[in-house]
């Protein structure tokens, strides 16, 4: 099968009959590289794939426009530079995250790669079955790896380094979750009045979750229409499926503030609620020492569900993340308080609703208000990448020719171009680019998060969560009946508290690992909300009163 | 005492009867077909016999059209379908045990055709058959391309023969099975599908745990693979 595949290959590569090289160096365009440099990292690449001319890989990704640039384009590019046939399936994350869990439980060779979230990394250095990249790159990967790799120039590389030390992915794409809003409407006069007669203050980038939700309310309720358009003052989505999971542990409680202060997750316990003691894994419910049904949490769950029901499309209910992540690009949409930046292409299309005629954005970006528990020292948001992950049970070859590839679509030649089709960046050089600082007034703001400090404090899930894949399931299944109105808010977070504390049990039977769970015994919330810190007492009030910030002040919080 | 261990007997009984599953299976020939009994044959049939018999599950087999068994499965409590893909806009309908089939699909051409394609990209303006209920025609169609269904599989070779379409996504062990010659030429693998027991959703987890953790053994033991490779299916 192999032979007759390398055959197709070969005579595709006599029908494009170009040479490789300047073909690649023609596609990829521009680069942060002058072009001598470019020229020369291809070329090592080329010479890096001829002992493997004829190998297949198979690798997978989800959906989104970098990767379906790396299938279309960089793919078959590889493919004709070093005759290593690359099968670059694209999927949806959910899917991904199965055909892992697949792989790793039965010991079948599905695939050689994954481009998956580094969110999986507190599973990844606990379970043992992922391929510890700074060590295959001293050892076995040693004579497959890039001179020019420079892993430093990675803005992500903490996200996938454990708390071990060791760099278990490689970042293929970065993406983060910013307030996004109207910048057109909020520029109105006639709006900036109305809102202002009536909340006694401006209408600009709401700093908390009240002013979100008069903003909101206002839009929604006293607007209600804006060009002959019904308009809407939020968006979110709350279909049953696996995507709910993400809306909520992505965001909501890290910015209700559920978590303890510190970075990049709070210590001892997360945005998850979950409590670490060192690096074990000791409870999520607050009868453990967690946090994730307390009254922090409570109030994250309860707004999300008040919010979408009042005042987002009605249909965004029943929406999961891929339906909902281009709505407000139609155009009826004042603002969202958790926006992927990973959907910033379709947002900047010429032609469409929320693009002037001169191709700019009348959106921009700015830093996520914060709900009542946050304080100052928490993280500011969801921030996380997707990254090369590798099994230690491939064979020595295909894993060798699958970092190549992995290299390769990530290398400084290559980084730049696909930075601007894909617009998820993931190396500083890129960003230090003439190229994408020209891009930057497209793109609304976007350039500008990534080139502030304020990657620090956009973090993802973290290395508390043991299992992620095991545990991602119980977050929407568990929480759906807070939105479909079965259960209150309250009740739907016992529910899932109490079984992550299973999960963390059984989790903790089958990892042999120091930092593997070890639940606290129950003690009782009543034992445990007094300490200091998570979880959280009851806030007398949590509705403080609204408040805003003009655009440009906004920023500075990424200063 | 002869009554009492009767009696205790058919109480014993009762989870046991409780237990079975009615399993709607749909003909994918050569991996799932109905015999002229009515029994199942083919890869997947013989797996979840083995896969049933250790959980010591009992079950019933019968042969629905895709559709209608999806029907069933969401009326009936104790209800099963083999096999549907797992994908995630399906996750949250139904309880899964899996992964049973795992095929890589490719697109093939005929064999005649010196079509080349690098990327799915290429196959934009080309007319694709696939089998209803596979995946791999909502897959293809998801990202935009031309799908034409059909319910049988030598009825898509035999369109591809005809040049009515261009394009036939489907797997290796299905190109072998319809033994045409020439057989069709695959010219771009693109993607791997896992395929699962989807029951209804309330279904006893106790017995969807038996089950995935018999079928997780028949991993580790090779007894998957080992089938696989009886039936000519493989994950090169």
Redesign the interface.
């Known amino acids: 099968?192999?032979s007759?595949?390398w055959l197709?290959l070969l005579?595709?590569t006599l029908?494009h009959a170009a040479n490789p090289l300047q073909e690649a160096i023609a596609e990829l365009q521009p680069s942060s590289l002058a072009a001598a440099e470019q020229r020369a990292e291809l070329a090592w690449f080329a010479a890096a794939g001829k002992p493997f001319a004829g190998v297949q890989v198979?690798v997978?990704a989800e959906h989104i426009p970098t990767h379906w640039y790396e299938?279309?384009?960089l793919?078959?590019l590889f493919?004709r530079l070093t005759g290593i046939r690359v099968?670059h399936?694209?999927?949806?994350?959910?899917?991904v995250v199965?055909?892992l869990r697949?792989q790793q439980?039965?010991?079948?060779?599905?695939?050689d790669a994954y481009v998956s979230d580094s969110d999986l990394l507190g599973q990844h250095f606990r379970d043992g079955q992922v391929l510890v990249l700074s060590d295959f790159i001293a050892g076995a990967g040693a004579s497959v790896t890039s001179p020019t790799l420079d892993l430093a120039d990675f803005i992500g590389l903490p996200f996938v380094t454990a708390p071990d030390g060791k760099l278990y992915q490689l970042p293929d794409q970065q993406f983060a979750n910013l307030y996004w809003y109207r910048q057109d409407w909020f520029e109105r006069p006639e709006l900036r009045q109305a809102f202002r007669e009536r909340y006694g203050y401006e209408l600009d980038v709401p700093q908390n979750w009240s002013a979100y939700e008069d903003i909101a309310a206002f839009f929604t309720e006293q607007v209600g229409e804006i060009d002959g358009q019904r308009v809407y003052g939020h968006m979110d989505y709350g279909g049953?499926?696996?995507?709910l999971g993400w809306r909520l542990s992505d965001a909501w409680l890290g910015m209700a503030g559920v978590a303890d202060l510190g970075l990049p997750n709070g210590l001892p316990v997360d945005d998850w609620g979950i409590r670490v003691e060192g690096c074990r894994p000791a409870g999520a419910s607050m009868a453990r020492g967690g946090a994730l049904d307390s009254p922090a949490a409570v109030y994250a769950v309860q707004q999300y569900v008040d919010w979408l029901k009042r005042y987002a499309p009605p249909e965004a209910q029943q929406m999961?993340f891929n339906q909902a992540g281009n709505i407000a690009a139609q155009g009826h949409v004042a603002q969202q308080i958790f926006w992927y930046t990973a959907f910033t292409a379709d947002y900047t299309k010429p032609g469409t609703p929320v693009v002037d005629g001169e191709g700019k954005p009348k959106w921009r970006v700015a830093p996520s208000p914060r709900g009542a528990y946050w304080q100052d020292g928490m993280k500011s948001g969801y921030q996380d990448v997707g990254a090369w992950t590798l099994l230690n049970t491939t064979p020595l070859r295909q894993r060798q020719a699958a970092w190549l590839y992995a290299q390769f679509v990530t290398a400084k030649s290559v980084s730049l171009r696909k930075t601007l089709v894909g617009l998820t960046p993931i190396r500083r050089s890129d960003l230090d680019s003439p190229a994408l600082l020209a891009e930057a007034p497209r793109l609304g703001g976007l350039v500008e998060f990534y080139r502030s400090r304020a990657a620090r404090r956009w973090t993802p899930t973290g290395a508390n969560v043991p299992d992620y894949s095991g545990m991602a399931?119980l977050w929407?299944?568990q929480l759906h009946p807070a939105i479909s109105g079965k259960l209150s808010a309250a009740q739907a977070l016992h529910n899932l508290a109490v079984a992550f504390d299973q999960h963390l049990q059984v989790v903790a039977q089958r990892q042999q690992n120091p930092c593997a769970p070890q639940l606290n015994p129950p003690r009782g919330a009543q034992y445990w909300l007094p300490q200091p810190g998570a979880p959280w007492p009851q806030l007398a009030d949590e509705r403080p009163p609204g408040r805003t910030l003009k655009y440009q002040e906004a920023l500075r919080a990424w200063d | 005492m002869r009554g009492i261990s009767l009696l205790l007997l058919s109480l014993l009984s009762l989870p046991s009867a409780a237990a079975e599953i009615e399993l709607f299976a749909w003909e994918r020939p050569p991996l799932v077909q109905q015999s002229l009994d009515g029994q199942g044959a083919g890869l997947v049939p013989e797996l979840t016999r083995e896969l049933f018999r250790r959980a010591g599950i009992s079950y019933q087999l019968s042969f629905l059209p895709l559709q209608r068994a999806l029907v069933k499965v969401q009326q009936e409590s104790n209800g099963c379908v083999l096999l549907v893909e797992?994908?995630?806009?399906r996750?949250?309908y139904y309880a899964w045990v899996g992964?049973l089939l795992?095929s890589r699909l490719g697109l093939y051409a005929k064999a005649d055709d010196d079509l080349?394609l690098?990327?799915?990209?290429q196959a934009r303006g080309l007319r694709i058959l696939s089998h209803q209920g596979s995946g791999a025609g909502d897959y293809l169609q998801g990202?935009g391309l031309d799908v034409l269904y059909s319910n049988k599989e030598s009825l898509n070779l035999s369109m591809l023969q005809r040049s009515r379409a261009r394009l036939w996504a489907t797997s290796?062990a299905v190109v072998h099975a319809l033994g045409a010659k020439p057989a069709p030429?695959?010219?771009l693998?693109?993607?791997?599908l896992?395929e699962d027991i989807a029951c209804h959703p309330q279904l006893d987890p106790a017995l969807l745990q038996r089950l995935q953790t018999s079928l997780?053994q028949m991993?580790?033991e090779g007894w998957?693979?080992a089938l696989y490779q009886q039936h000519g299916v493989?994950?090169?």
């Open positions: 099968m192999r007759v595949m197709v005579f595709s029908t198979r997978i299938a279309t384009v793919a078959p493919s099968i399936e694209i999927s949806g994350e959910d899917d199965n055909k697949t439980q039965t010991g079948l060779p599905l695939y049953y499926d696996p995507s999961s399931s929407w299944r | 797992r994908r995630q806009e996750e949250p992964p795992i080349q690098d990327s799915l990209e990202v290796a030429r695959e010219v693998p693109f993607l791997t896992m997780q991993y580790h998957v693979q493989s994950l090169e």
